[in-house]
Structure formats: structure tokens, C-alpha cells
């Protein structure tokens, strides 16, 4: 797709959000092409092309509403490629709970990624015999 074709759609996108409709709706009935859509968006961001202003707030608004729908399984998927769960043990505990609730699978995913950082890091070394053994670091 063109550069003016993805902005027009992010321009609709961006109305139907300030106007209150659901944004992702119809995005819903093609998973592989959303995930084309919104990797060609991201994209634009690290082209050496240069924006207009008013490229550049399309851009981000569009990236703002993205970050706020975490809750839609295929946004999430794709925004959450752009960051790591570390990223979110710096966000207050109240707001990233709040967020975390609202989708089961990303609540799991933090779960897990909380209690590896509550478990000692170990390594495997090989000992005298050739067999691995875990060496705690504390």
C-alpha cells in the first residue's frame, strides 16, 4: 500500500475513535491482514521519509489509540511487539493493573513474566564429569 493510502485509513480509523464508534471492528474479520496493515504503519515510522506535521499527528494518534486498546486480542498482539513486559514493571502499579485486567491473556502473560523476576537466575555449567549442572547467582 501506498504512504496516502495507509494515512486515509488511519485518518478513518482516528474518526470513528473521536466520534465514539468502535475503532477495530472492521479489522476483526481479517487477522493476517490487519497484522500486514499495521507492520506497513510501524514502518513508516522508521523510514527516513520525511512527515508532515500533519502526517506525524495522524501517526501518533494512531499509535495512541493502539496503545489504549490493549483489551483487543489482535491489537495487542501487534503492540505488544513493539514493547517487552520489563517496559511495564516501570508503569504505576495502579495503572498497569488496571490495563492487565482487562485482558485475561495479557494478566497470564504478567504473571509469569512477574515470578521469573522473583525466581534466582540460574546457569548451567558443566562440572568435571560433563554433566550440566544449575549454578544459582544471587
Same mark, same amino acid.
Given at each position: ?7 486515509? *485509513? &488511519?485518518? &478513518? ?5 473521536? #466520534?465514539?464508534?468502535?475503532?477495530? #471492528?472492521?479489522? !476483526?474479520?481479517? #487477522?493476517? !491482514? ?9 514502518? *513508516?515510522?522508521?523510514?527516513?521519509? +520525511? ?5 506525524? *499527528? ?7 489509540? /493502539?496503545?489504549?486498546? &490493549? ?8 503492540? &505488544?511487539?513493539?514493547?517487552?513486559? $520489563? *517496559?511495564? /514493571? +516501570? ?6 493493573? !488496571?490495563?492487565?485486567? @482487562? ?5 497470564? #502473560? ?6 521469573? @523476576?522473583?525466581? $534466582? ?10 554433566? /550440566?549442572? /544449575?549454578?544459582?547467582?544471587?
Amino acid at each position: 500500500s501506498s504512504k496516502e493510502h495507509l494515512f486515509s *485509513i &488511519l485518518i &478513518l480509523l482516528h474518526e470513528k475513535y473521536r #466520534q465514539g464508534l468502535s475503532v477495530w #471492528q472492521c479489522c !476483526k474479520d481479517d #487477522q493476517n !491482514k490487519f497484522d500486514e496493515f499495521f507492520s506497513s504503519v510501524v514502518a *513508516i515510522g522508521y523510514q527516513k521519509t +520525511n512527515l508532515s506535521i500533519l502526517e506525524r *499527528i495522524v501517526y501518533i494518534t494512531f499509535l495512541q489509540i /493502539a496503545f489504549q486498546s &490493549l483489551e483487543e486480542e489482535m491489537v495487542n498482539k501487534n503492540v &505488544l511487539r513493539l514493547i517487552s513486559l $520489563p *517496559i511495564w /514493571a +516501570n508503569v504505576n502499579e495502579t495503572a498497569r493493573n !488496571k490495563v492487565l485486567t @482487562m485482558n485475561s491473556r495479557l494478566l497470564k #502473560q504478567w504473571r509469569h513474566f512477574e515470578g521469573s @523476576m522473583d525466581k $534466582p537466575k540460574s546457569k548451567k555449567r558443566k562440572g568435571k564429569s560433563g554433566k /550440566a549442572s /544449575a549454578v544459582t547467582e544471587e
